[in-house]
C-alpha cells in the first residue's frame, strides 16, 4: 500500500489542520489555494470520508482528521531527521541557512557569528537576507530572525529580543553642530528615518517615542529617509544627522562610542525580535545548537545608561 500514498496530496492536508487554513496553507508551501483545495480533496476521495470542517474564518479538522494530520506531521518528520543523518552521517553537519533583515545582519548578527564558529566549527552557517516564512517551504532557509509582531501561525515562535528606542548621534554631530542638549534642539538638527513595512501594531516611529516618552517633537529642520535600517545607522555614524535608535541595531555603536545617546527618553517598542522555524526542525540537533546560542547572546545586551 506505501507506493499508492498521495504524499503531496497529504503534505498539504497536514498543512492546511496546522495552519487552520487553505490560503495559510497555501502560502507556506508555495503553491496556489486551489492546488491545495485540490490536495485535499483527493485525501478525503482517497480515505473515503469528511475530514475538514470548513468555517468563514478557520478550517477545523474532524477527530479523524487531526489523528490523520497528526501521523503525517510525525512521519515526515521522522524522515526527515533520518535523512538528514543518512546524508551526513560521519561527516560535518550541513550548513544552517538564517534568513533575517539586512540591518539586523550587518548590525547585529554578522559581528557576533564569530562566536558560534569558535564554539562549532563543524556547524558552518549561512545568512539570507530575505526574511520571509515562505522560505521554509522551499528548503531555502532553516531558521528566520523576523522582526514584528509574533504572529506567525503553525511555526515554532520565540521571542528573542525586544526592541527599545531612543535618539543617538555622532559624538562629532554634538561637537560640531547646533547644541543638542533637549528635545527642542532637533529643531535644528535633521533626523534620519527608515522605511519600515507594516506588520501590524504601532510602528517604531520618531512620533512613537515622542507620545511614549510623554514629550512634544518640534518640526526638524531637514528629514532624510533611507530605505533600510543599516543606512540609517551608517548615516548617524558619519554624522549626517540624528537617527531613532533601535536598540539591538545600534548597540555595538555605542560600545565603541561611534555613537552617543544625545537626548532622555527610552520607549519599548510594539515590534520584538523573532526567531521562527518549522516546528519539527527545530528538534534537530545542529538547528538546537543554533538556537541556544542566539538565545544567549540576545540575553548577554543590556542598555547602556542614556
Avoid at 512634544?216 to 540609517?232: D, E, I, S
Avoid at 548615516?235 to 531613532?244: D, E, F, K, R, Y
Avoid at 546560542?293 to 545608561?305: I, Y
Amino acid at each position: 500500500m506505501l507506493p499508492n500514498l498521495p504524499f503531496l496530496a497529504l503534505r498539504a492536508f497536514e498543512a492546511v489542520v496546522r495552519l487552520r487554513g487553505f490560503a495559510r496553507a497555501a502560502e507556506e508551501l508555495g503553491v496556489t489555494q486551489s492546488s491545495v483545495s485540490q490536495h485535499v480533496k483527493v485525501v478525503e476521495e482517497w480515505i473515503g470520508r469528511k475530514l475538514l470542517v470548513r468555517g468563514p474564518r478557520d478550517t477545523v479538522a474532524t477527530k479523524e482528521g487531526k489523528l490523520l494530520a497528526t501521523a503525517i506531521a510525525t512521519g515526515i518528520g521522522q524522515i526527515g531527521d533520518l535523512c538528514d543523518k543518512m546524508r551526513h552521517k560521519g561527516g560535518a553537519d550541513p550548513a544552517i541557512t538564517v534568513s533575517c533583515l539586512p540591518g539586523f545582519a550587518v548590525n547585529w548578527l554578522f559581528p557576533r557569528l564569530i562566536r558560534f564558529d569558535q564554539l562549532h566549527a563543524d556547524t558552518p552557517v549561512s545568512i539570507s537576507t530575505d526574511a520571509s516564512p515562505l522560505g521554509f517551504a522551499t528548503g531555502q532557509s532553516d531558521l528566520a530572525i523576523l522582526y514584528g509582531m509574533g504572529n506567525y501561525p503553525g511555526l515554532h515562535v520565540e521571542r528573542l529580543m525586544d526592541e527599545r528606542l531612543f535618539p543617538v548621534c555622532a559624538p562629532s554631530l554634538l561637537a560640531e553642530g547646533p547644541p543638542l542638549a533637549e528635545l527642542a534642539d532637533l529643531a535644528r538638527h535633521t533626523l534620519l528615518m527608515d522605511e519600515l513595512a507594516d506588520v501590524g501594531g504601532t510602528p517604531p516611529t520618531w512620533a512613537f517615542w515622542a507620545e511614549e516618552t510623554g514629550q512634544t517633537l518640534p518640526k526638524p529642520a531637514r528629514v532624510r529617509q533611507f530605505g533600510q535600517t543599516n543606512m540609517v545607522v551608517q548615516a548617524a555614524v558619519q554624522g549626517l544627522g540624528v537617527a531613532l535608535g533601535r536598540e539591538p541595531l545600534v548597540m555595538d555603536a555605542l560600545a565603541n562610542g561611534s555613537l552617543v545617546q544625545p537626548l532622555q527618553g527610552v520607549a519599548l517598542s510594539q515590534y520584538s525580535y523573532w526567531l521562527v522555524c518549522p516546528k519539527a526542525a527545530i528538534k534537530s540537533g545542529r538547528l538546537r545548537r543554533f538556537r541556544d546560542w542566539l538565545v544567549s547572546e540576545a540575553r548577554g545586551q543590556e542598555l547602556p545608561a542614556p
